[in-house]
């Protein structure tokens, strides 16, 4: 029914686009599983995002069965009824609400990252998770959004059971599902993808709404060893600029990092990882094996679509050196998934045999001092039947290192992928 969590978010702020006109809004994810969900509702109705860190309170001896629930600033709702039929002991209850007001106040510390938790007083708090089956965690989120002071409360879910709103009609002022299936079973059984959020995803989903960039390093799995790196996503990123490094480069190298700079203060969101691991780096045959460097770099791409941030951007491929090779290869592969292709002082003719069925429009950048390249880029270009450019630096030689010549080079990259990426 939904592919994954981002679908559904996408999907539900289409459901509730009329709840924009209430105007004073706070969308607020239930972690884990809620926010990246919030977060495609958030960006739809313009609305801030925060989460609404909850703890269930079970009965100590039976812990699946709530008494209440406690939220951020020492907030509780009991259940009278249970508390009174299961005999809890006022303390007990009050040890308990301590043990559980401390991760709360943990988990909202590490999820804002230090920013201020945003006021639900007089405001519609619009509260959403992934799906509801038991509905006892959305059921104390509203009652704790209460709590804090909304002026009203809504729930927003992607799918839940029929008859499901019966459960929340003293605690919400509305309810709203996207899909509510005849044979619903479990909340993940209508994704296709329902892997765990973890909580650095949850982080950067906030991260992001609140229009902060978010930077990490990566390990992308092999089966033997890892591929390092680092992505970094700017607020609002219209695309996602993957890098192919040359022979003797790595996500580390100074160039790589200065271009990766000026792509992400135009919006462009940057994956720089190496694509041999650690203990391949001194194998010079890796270097040049185009096909072996290729193979690695569809992995590295799968990977990355799989990644909240990045999977629905726009892609592009920069490769340098043999990495253009790869990346012009790469997207032979990947047709009309890569949107374009910039080669910075490459080797494109590595790849001759795949240049003709290239679809994605290619800039292939050539100092002018560096006259070996600059004819095989040239005998490149010939090959190429998609939209292509050539771009002489000049006096530039293979490195760049000239003054102005990598700053002119990273501006015809970064113009040549807001024009392709940007106008989807």
């Not at 539900?12 to 994810?29: H, Q």
């Not at 007083?121 to 965690?137: F, Q, W």
């Not at 679509?305 to 050196?321: T, V, Y």
Request: charged content about 20%.
């Amino acid at each position: 029914m939904f592919i994954d969590r981002l679908d559904a978010g996408r999907r539900l702020a289409r459901t509730v686009s009329e709840l924009r006109r209430e105007g004073d809004i706070v969308v607020l994810g239930i972690p884990r599983g809620g926010v990246p969900v919030a977060s495609q509702v958030a960006r739809e109705l313009r609305a801030p995002l925060d989460v609404i860190v909850v703890r269930k309170l079970g009965v100590p001896w039976q812990p699946e069965l709530a008494l209440g629930a406690v939220g951020e600033d020492h907030v509780r709702v009991l259940n009278d009824d249970v508390v009174q039929h299961a005999s809890v002991d006022p303390a007990e209850v009050q040890a308990l609400s301590e043990r559980e007001w401390g991760e709360v106040e943990r988990r909202a510390k590490e999820y804002r990252a230090a920013r201020p938790r945003e006021s639900l007083v007089d405001r519609t708090a619009l509260i959403i998770d992934d799906g509801v089956a038991t509905g006892a965690t959305a059921r104390a989120a509203c009652q704790i959004a209460s709590e804090h002071g909304a002026q009203r409360v809504v729930l927003a879910v992607p799918v839940a059971p029929l008859g499901w709103t019966r459960a929340f009609q003293d605690v919400a002022d509305e309810c709203i599902a996207v899909e509510v299936p005849s044979g619903f079973l479990a909340v993940g059984a209508h994704y296709q993808d329902f892997r765990p959020t973890t909580d650095e995803e949850v982080m950067q989903h906030l991260a992001m709404a609140a229009g902060a960039p978010t930077a990490r390093s990566v390990a992308v799995p092999l089966a033997k060893g890892c591929l390092e790196g680092a992505i970094s996503v700017p607020p609002n990123a219209c695309g996602l600029i993957v890098f192919a490094h040359g022979s003797g480069s790595s996500h580390r190298s100074v160039r790589n990092r200065f271009v990766a700079e000026q792509f992400a203060e135009a919006g462009l969101a940057t994956a720089l990882v190496d694509l041999l691991t650690e203990e391949e780096d001194g194998d010079r045959e890796l270097v040049f094996d185009v096909d072996f460097l290729t193979n690695r770099l569809l992995v590295l791409v799968d990977w990355l679509r799989h990644q909240p941030l990045l999977q629905s951007l726009p892609l592009g491929l920069f490769g340098a050196s043999t990495g253009a090779a790869a990346a012009l290869s790469a997207a032979a592969a990947l047709g009309d998934e890569v949107v374009a292709v910039v080669s910075r002082g490459g080797r494109p003719d590595l790849a001759l045999p795949k240049l003709p069925i290239v679809t994605a429009p290619t800039l292939l950048i050539v100092g002018g001092a560096d006259t070996t390249v600059l004819e095989l880029n040239r005998r490149a270009m010939a090959a190429l039947s998609c939209p292509a450019e050539l771009l002489v630096v000049p006096g530039a030689t293979h490195l760049f290192a000239e003054p102005g010549a990598l700053e002119a080079a990273a501006a015809a990259a970064t113009d040549w992928f807001l024009g392709h990426l940007v106008s989807l």
